[in-house]
């Protein structure tokens, strides 16, 4: 069997089963109708996160649901974030406020990140998030990040699941700017050609590259001495030892 074969197997058996997906939109839906019931049909509703970009893998997965108002709102963003975390509360949920999202516990296991931000203008090609903990705002793009990793989506499913099994601790996001470094211009019909490439990238790259957000290169993805160190002793260990020990 072929690295590529192998990988393919490995990749079948991450796809979600019904119930997963069952669980996902009825989370989904009670989520949504409650945004709707408060804010109405202003605000925009996206799925993004590993939903939006068709990088789920069954052994860790979650839901990210993009609430965008218009940027006609005269709400400041800080207000609008706090309104929606106090909206989601008062129907009953458990939110922990994160850095850009609100996240809510789920009994099946996942979680939920709701994501509130407003419009650059009447497209909602752009956004303006609210900066928990700093007090600041990032312009971004939801649809730039979902079109670069949807062409990605196979080796960034891959290389998930890698980075759980190795015990790396890379935020997802990095994950995804790193892969897409790797492989800019390189064929991506062999999975174990291509696990190898970014493996390859992350041992010779990791303790310099700067990782920029590619719908707004002024927003840097921060990444530790510590975080690159370990991403590079799990890429060197991995390229020196059977598949079959590396992702299964």
């Known amino acids: 069997m072929t690295p590529h074969q192998y990988l393919s197997s490995v990749l079948a058996g991450q796809n979600l089963e019904s ?28 799925y993004g996160g590993s939903f939006g970009k068709h990088t789920m893998i069954k052994t ?19 207000e609008l974030y706090w309104h929606v975390y106090r909206t989601l509360v008062d129907y ?26 407003m ?32 062409r990605l989506r196979d080796t960034i499913r891959i290389m998930k699941l890698w980075r759980l099994l190795n015990g790396v601790q890379l935020k997802t996001f990095a994950l995804e700017l790193i892969i897409n470094r790797a492989m800019r211009g390189r064929p991506q019909n062999d999975y174990g050609r291509s696990v190898v490439t970014v493996l390859e990238y992350m041992r010779y790259n990791i303790n310099r590259v700067r ?12 990444m530790s001495v510590g975080e690159r160190a ?3 002793r799990a890429a060197v260990d991995s390229l020196g030892t059977h598949w079959e020990r590396v992702i299964w």
């Open 119 to 150: 419009a650059q203008d009447s497209t909602f090609h752009y956004a303006t998030l609210y900066m928990n903990g700093k007090d600041s705002s990032r312009l971004t793009s939801l649809k730039v990040h979902i079109e670069s990793a949807r």
């Open 92 to 117: 009953g949920y458990t939110v922990e406020p994160k850095t850009v999202s609100l996240r809510l516990s789920h009994k099946s296991g996942f979680h939920v990140d709701v994501v509130p931000g």
């Open 60 to 78: 860790s997965y979650d839901l990210d649901i993009v609430l965008y108002f218009p940027h006609t709102v005269t709400t400041p963003l800080r």
């Open 230 to 232: 370990a991403v590079w």
């Open 19 to 46: 119930e997963d997906m069952k669980r996902l939109r009825y989370s989904r839906q009670e989520v949504e109708s409650v945004l709707r019931e408060s804010y109405g049909g202003s605000p925009r509703i996206y």
């Open 211 to 222: 990782l920029e957000d590619p719908a707004n290169t002024n927003n840097e993805v921060d």
